[in-house]
């Protein structure tokens, strides 16, 4: 099994900065792609950011040049810095990995910027 706990959400204001974290554990060996996704009230969950082992980067359009996601391989974490947040971001944010082909998820942690 694969856990996957989150931290560092909360309130933020808007052009603030917040950083939400994800570590994995348990039966993670082959470990691949590790990311963040997000869903607001009744919109669809949604890519934000995913890394792979080798450190390739991918964004979503809208948050390009505010989020940089990173991870420390040694640890098994993911990090998510959200800079100039907007009103927008606000949503309960995911930690997904894939290992050995398979999708895991925590369990998410609320994100909301204040205007």
């Known amino acids: 099994q694969v856990q996957l706990v989150e931290s560092g959400g909360g309130l933020v204001q808007a052009g603030g900065s917040l950083r939400l974290s994800c570590t994995a554990s348990g039966s993670i060996f082959g470990i691949n792609e590790m990311g963040w996704y997000r869903q607001a009230p009744g919109i669809q969950r949604e890519l934000v950011a995913e890394?792979?082992?080798?450190?390739?980067?991918h964004y979503a359009d809208s948050v390009k040049g505010r989020f940089t996601i990173s991870r420390d391989n040694a640890k098994n974490t993911v990090h998510l810095q959200m800079n100039s947040p907007k009103p927008e971001d606000t949503a309960v944010y995911y930690c997904?990995?894939?290992?050995?082909?398979?999708?895991?998820w925590g369990q998410g942690t609320q994100v909301t910027v204040s205007s």
């Open positions: 997904r990995a894939v290992v050995r082909g398979l999708s895991y």
């Open positions: 890394i792979t082992s080798g450190g390739s980067t």
